[in-house]
């Protein structure tokens, strides 16, 4: 969208500097406001790694509209009398860094004393008006495009548990939960999308059936296309995955079928809760193509992973091989 927030830029009218009460930014004319907010315990030990994936889970919300990160506050929980403050400062310096990577400002923050680290960003964002993307957008026809594997729920999980290779599994988490839903973002405006959702703690197979509900449709899900990390595959066999996703996939079983021959195993990482996954897009079948390529230009692991079946008052999803 061509935003330039980072230093140096006529963003802030009053900057959160010295002792002002708050920050005051300018506001584009003809655009609409898009705000969320967003904040979670660490899920790798890195504390800069940290304060990236937690501020581009928080970011990604904006994204999945369709919209612009403008500004951003922190959100800070920290046993400050336990810990060494320079914890504190890699987080921060993390959630900064990626901030700054969205184009947007941080414009302030809060923080309080607590047993436990905690960190996130309350984040606004800017989207022109008639070309907002709802979980609400899905119509008949539409594929489904997936832009992260899924996974990364059952990693943490081995993290927590100390199982496997630490550095290769944390690596993988930072890789893929602290990258930005910024081109996906950018596909929405481009091509004008109205379907979109970012897959986090419900999994892909929960927050698809939220799309299906609220469009009232019908939404078929082809496991065998769905992309997985390897490792968490593996993991997944072993039986290591999160009480989030067995929550999940109960919540969603009066409402989700799933086909006899798929294997339990990629049902398992469908309902996988994830932290900062990518975003499932509803795409007229006449764009896909054209989607496909402009999202491989900058994704690495970009998938068509189902079909808008039906129209269905009550919003159903069938899991398929």
Same mark, same amino acid.
């Given at each position: 969208?061509?935003?330039?927030?980072?230093?140096?830029?006529?963003?802030?009218?009053?900057?959160?500097?010295?002792?002002? $009460?708050?920050?005051?930014?300018?506001?584009?004319?003809?655009?609409?406001?898009?705000? %969320?907010?967003?904040?979670?315990?660490?899920?790798?030990?890195?504390?800069?790694?940290?304060?990236?994936? &937690?501020?581009?889970?928080?970011?990604? $919300?904006?994204? &999945?509209?369709?919209?612009?990160?403008?500004?951003?506050?922190?959100?800070?929980?920290?046993? +400050?009398?336990?810990?060494?403050?320079?914890?504190?400062?890699?987080?921060?310096? =993390?959630?900064?860094?990626?901030?700054?990577?969205?184009?947007?400002? /941080?414009?302030?923050?809060?923080? +309080?004393?607590?047993?436990?680290?905690?960190? =996130?960003?309350?984040?606004?964002?800017? +989207? $022109?008006? !008639?070309?907002?993307?709802?979980?609400?957008?899905?119509?008949?026809?539409?594929?489904?495009?997936? %832009?992260?594997?899924?996974?990364?729920?059952?990693?943490?999980?081995? /993290?927590?548990?100390?199982?496997?290779?630490?550095?290769?599994?944390?690596?993988?988490?930072?890789?893929?939960?602290?990258?930005?839903?910024?081109?996906? !973002?950018? &596909?929405?405006?481009?091509?004008?999308?109205?379907?979109?959702?970012?897959?986090?703690?419900?999994? /892909?197979? !929960?927050?698809?059936?939220?799309?299906?509900?609220?469009?009232?449709?019908?939404?078929?899900?082809?496991?065998?296309?769905?992309?997985?990390?390897?490792?968490?595959?593996?993991?997944?066999?072993?039986?290591?995955?999160?009480?989030?996703?067995?929550?999940?996939?109960?919540?969603?079983?009066?409402?989700?079928?799933?086909?006899?021959?798929?294997?339990?195993?990629?049902?398992?990482?469908?309902?996988?809760?994830?932290?900062?996954?990518?975003?499932?897009?509803? *795409?007229?079948?006449?764009?896909?193509?054209?989607?496909? *390529?402009?999202?491989?230009? %900058?994704?690495?692991?970009?998938? +068509?992973? !189902?079909?808008?079946?039906?129209?269905?008052? &009550?919003?159903?999803?069938?899991?398929? $091989?």
């Amino acid at each position: 969208m061509g935003l330039d927030l980072n230093e140096g830029s006529d963003v802030f009218i009053v900057p959160p500097m010295g002792s002002v $009460d708050a920050s005051v930014l300018k506001f584009p004319s003809n655009m609409a406001l898009i705000q %969320t907010v967003d904040f979670f315990t660490p899920i790798v030990n890195n504390p800069y790694w940290f304060g990236q994936i &937690a501020a581009a889970n928080a970011l990604s $919300d904006v994204y &999945a509209m369709g919209g612009q990160p403008y500004s951003a506050m922190n959100i800070v929980c920290f046993p +400050v009398k336990k810990m060494n403050l320079s914890v504190l400062k890699e987080i921060l310096r =993390g959630g900064l860094d990626k901030i700054k990577e969205a184009g947007a400002v /941080l414009a302030g923050g809060h923080s +309080v004393e607590d047993e436990e680290i905690k960190y =996130g960003l309350a984040v606004s964002g800017l +989207v $022109d008006p !008639g070309k907002v993307a709802t979980n609400a957008g899905l119509k008949m026809g539409d594929l489904l495009i997936l %832009t992260k594997p899924i996974g990364t729920g059952i990693l943490a999980t081995a /993290l927590k548990g100390e199982l496997g290779d630490e550095k290769k599994i944390e690596s993988l988490i930072y890789k893929w939960s602290a990258r930005l839903n910024a081109r996906a !973002g950018e &596909a929405i405006q481009r091509f004008n999308l109205k379907a979109s959702t970012d897959v986090t703690g419900f999994g /892909l197979g !929960g927050h698809i059936l939220e799309m299906a509900r609220a469009s009232m449709v019908e939404v078929e899900i082809w496991a065998n296309k769905v992309p997985v990390l390897d490792i968490a595959r593996e993991m997944a066999a072993m039986g290591i995955i999160p009480a989030g996703s067995y929550a999940n996939k109960h919540f969603c079983s009066k409402m989700v079928s799933i086909a006899s021959d798929v294997d339990q195993i990629l049902v398992d990482l469908i309902f996988d809760a994830q932290t900062s996954g990518g975003l499932v897009l509803g *795409v007229p079948e006449f764009l896909v193509q054209d989607v496909l *390529v402009f999202l491989q230009e %900058t994704e690495e692991i970009v998938e +068509v992973i !189902g079909r808008v079946k039906a129209e269905d008052p &009550a919003g159903h999803v069938i899991i398929k $091989d």
